[in-house]
């Protein structure tokens, strides 16, 4: 009979699963939806704490001038209270600030992590729920996040379909590595200077946390840009990569041999 299985047949060919053809390759998962929108917000509310921190830095050398000048009894008495009410608006915007990136930053993050199936990765060790929920989870996100933040680097690499290879290998890691250090490092600053503020009462008290908090956003604007610039290259991966994966799905730029090692487009 026609439908029968002939058990002495060779093996169906398995080279388009070992060249990651969508077909065999994609793991189950939603649909791609470009993290394009998600990464727009996120980059202008960190290019606002860009600005802000510079503000921050110039009002805090303001204050660092004006405590100096209390000690030796020159300085004016409105000026304390000017001080007070200029740093305390310039904090009140950057809380706010801080507060939309999270939350943005974490939309983006979702998003950019559900993406990997469909952009024909398999296997992966987190989910997208853990891509967020990494964040909260006490010592776990002093690593989670920088681990799941490679996975979608890696994930999200072009040049992996284009030369047919794994995702996780041949990609320079050097942006998540130049990120997440800097957001240690900063968090680490923030709890000295939560302290050095909090129990500063004396002038030269004073003094020191104010330099602590210039040190801070001194920090914060290297962090900024290297988050846009991780942001907008994670996101501007995924869309080309996606792009070759449905040109290669549909037949555009392949070879008339199917099982040809260099059937991905190349440019």
């Known amino acids: ?70 000690k030796v009894g020159n300085f004016d008495l409105s000026e304390p209270e000017s001080n007070d009410m200029r740093q305390q608006a310039i904090g009140i915007i950057r809380i706010v600030l801080g507060l939309a990136s999270v939350v943005a930053f974490l939309m983006w993050f979702h998003r950019a992590h559900r993406n990997l199936p469909s952009l024909g990765n398999s296997g992966l060790k987190y989910s997208p729920g853990w891509a967020v929920g990494g964040w909260f989870v006490p010592f776990l996100n002093l690593v ?22 794994e995702s996780w290998y041949g990609r320079s890691y050097t942006i998540p590595g130049w990120w997440w250090g800097l957001f240690l490092v900063m968090g680490f600053i923030g709890n000295i200077s939560s302290h050095f503020m909090n129990g500063a009462t004396q002038l030269d008290e004073l003094i020191t946390a104010s330099w602590v908090i210039v040190a801070l956003n001194t920090l914060t604007i290297p962090a900024a840009i290297v988050t846009i610039l991780m942001v907008h290259r994670t996101t501007a991966d995924q869309d080309e990569r996606i792009a070759l994966i449905e040109g290669s799905a549909s037949g555009d730029g392949m070879r008339s041999d199917p099982y040809n090692y260099n059937r991905f487009p190349s440019r």
């Open 1 to 70: 009979m026609s439908n029968e299985i002939n058990p002495f047949a060779s093996p169906p060919e398995t080279e388009d699963l070992a060249r990651g053809d969508r077909a065999y390759h994609q793991q189950v998962g939603p649909p791609y939806a470009s993290a394009s929108a998600r990464a727009k917000w996120t980059n202008v509310i960190m290019a606002g704490i860009l600005i802000a921190s510079f503000l921050i830095i110039g009002s805090t050398l303001m204050q660092v001038s004006l405590l100096e000048r209390m």
């Open 144 to 165: 989670r996040p920088y681990q799941v933040m490679n996975e979608i680097w890696g994930g999200s690499d072009p040049e992996a379909v284009r030369e047919g290879r």
